[in-house]
């Protein structure tokens, strides 16, 4: 696929690839609804080259799959972690971010991982609870494993 020099990643993956889970919104990096993990790290395609991502590993919300992606979901439905669902997408791409990078966060790293991401509708308590539910979800998980 070729880009033009001048295009931004959040454009080839919802113009080129059809990958519109990735939100447009502010454009300057500023809200996180444009947030993917390019070679697992966070980053606001808004602001990434499309040819800064050749060769790199990019996971959209749409490639984010497997029982913790879902746990992630599933978590913010329970909790009320999104209203309008707009932000939604890069908040559940950030969750993952810290959560595979810190599995047990406190609430400060919560808010500090989640420091990217605007949310207009909820205020963000449905969103943290929706962050220590998976985690509580994950360490049950862990026990079951090892009562085994």
Do not use: W
Not at 110 to 127: D, F, K, M, Q, V
């Amino acid at each position: 696929m070729v880009a033009r020099p001048s295009e931004r990643l959040l454009s080839l993956l919802r113009e080129k690839l059809g990958l519109t889970g990735t939100k447009i919104s502010c454009e300057l990096g500023r809200c996180g609804a444009c947030m993917v993990l390019m070679d697992g790290k966070l980053v606001n395609s808004c602001l990434v080259m499309a040819f800064q991502s050749n060769g790199k590993a990019i996971t959209t919300i749409e490639g984010v799959a497997g029982e913790d992606a879902h746990g992630i979901q599933q978590a913010f439905m329970e909790e009320g972690g999104f209203q309008c669902g707009y932000c939604t997408p890069g908040m559940i791409i950030s969750v993952k971010a810290l959560l595979d990078e810190t599995p047990n966060p406190t609430i400060e790293h919560i808010r500090e991982g989640l420091s990217g991401n605007l949310c207009r509708c909820t205020g963000y308590g449905g969103i943290i609870r929706a962050v220590n539910r998976c985690c509580e979800k994950q360490r049950e998980k862990q026990e079951r494993g090892k009562t085994r």
